[in-house]
């Protein structure tokens, strides 16, 4: 007897979903308990992640920190340019700059940090220092949220994650 078994066609695992007869669609994964504001320091601090794109298909895919909307807000993701990635930072509705860099391929896993504080932004890619800026005016930001997009709800991440944090500093 073989009992339970499932026959994969693609390339990666699925998760098995019981359907008892019906069409169902798996739902999206969703972060809770990821922190508030006292796991956040608006001032200052490190957003990483080990991050691998499900298609270069030249649409933005974002994470983030934010007050829940676009106005303030420190976010990194793929952009609607082949093999890029996008760091951005907005405060109190004025963006602070705006940066893309060139991957040699998203579908790839890469380790990214993105260190920012007052003046003082670096893009790290596996580990070698890619982009910086020194024009981050984060005075009166508040980052209170993470999330899998832009802060606001739009441009959502879909990607594979091996790692996400935030470091306080």
């Not at 009992?3 to 007869?21: C, D, F, H, R, V």
């Not at 890029?84 to 860099?101: A, L, M, P």
């Not at 890619?125 to 984060?138: E, K, P, V």
């Amino acid at each position: 007897y073989i009992w339970g078994a499932q026959l994969e066609e693609g390339s990666y695992a699925t998760s098995y979903i019981p359907t008892n007869g019906t069409t169902v669609t798996r739902l999206k994964d969703v972060v809770t308990g990821a922190g508030d504001v006292n796991t956040f320091n608006s001032e200052e601090g490190v957003l990483y992640a080990e991050i691998a794109a499900l298609a270069d298909d030249l649409t933005f895919k974002r994470i983030g920190l934010s007050d829940g909307t676009e106005n303030n807000r420190v976010h990194l993701g793929y952009t609607s340019a082949y093999n890029s990635i996008q760091w951005f930072i907005k405060s109190n509705g004025v963006t602070q700059f705006s940066n893309i860099v060139a991957l040699s391929d998203i579908l790839n896993y890469n380790k990214i940090a993105f260190i920012y504080s007052q003046n003082n932004c670096k893009l790290y890619i596996n580990g070698i220092l890619t982009d910086s800026s020194t024009t981050a005016d984060l005075s009166n930001m508040l980052l209170n949220t993470f999330s899998f997009n832009q802060g606001d709800g739009s441009n959502n991440f879909y990607g594979k994650t091996k790692a996400l944090k935030v470091y306080k500093s």
